[in-house]
Nanobody, 115 residues
């Protein structure tokens, strides 16, 4: 079973930037499409962005042009560069594979956008 550990969250002012990381254990990471998901207080978890094993990307409309998903297969690590952050981006951010049954969810990393 793959273990996922998210990091990089924090408190940032509107307009600021953060870079999230997701470290995956084992050897399956490089063969899987991966995604970033987020869950805001009182809301369901939603997909933010995905990246295939060959690094083709998709970003949901609400983050397009502001967020960039990337991966380093040699390091078993997934990234999310977040720029021009807005208060509505406040959420716990999770990573998991984007296709097929999800692996066990990590604890996520909290991003709070507030002045």
């Amino acid at each position: 079973q793959v273990q996922l550990v998210e990091s990089g969250g924090g408190l940032v002012q509107p307009g600021g930037s953060l870079r999230l990381s997701c470290a995956a254990s084992g050897s399956l990471f490089r063969f899987n499409s991966m995604g970033w998901f987020r869950q805001a207080p009182g809301k369901e978890r939603e997909l933010v962005a995905t990246i295939t094993s060959s690094s083709s990307t998709y970003h949901t409309n609400s983050v397009k042009g502001r967020f960039t998903i990337s991966r380093d297969n040699a390091k078993n690590t997934l990234y999310l560069q977040m720029n021009s952050l807005k208060p509505e981006d406040t959420a716990v951010y999770y990573c998991n594979r984007a296709i097929g049954s999800p692996w066990s969810w990590g604890k996520g990393t909290l991003v709070t956008v507030s002045s």
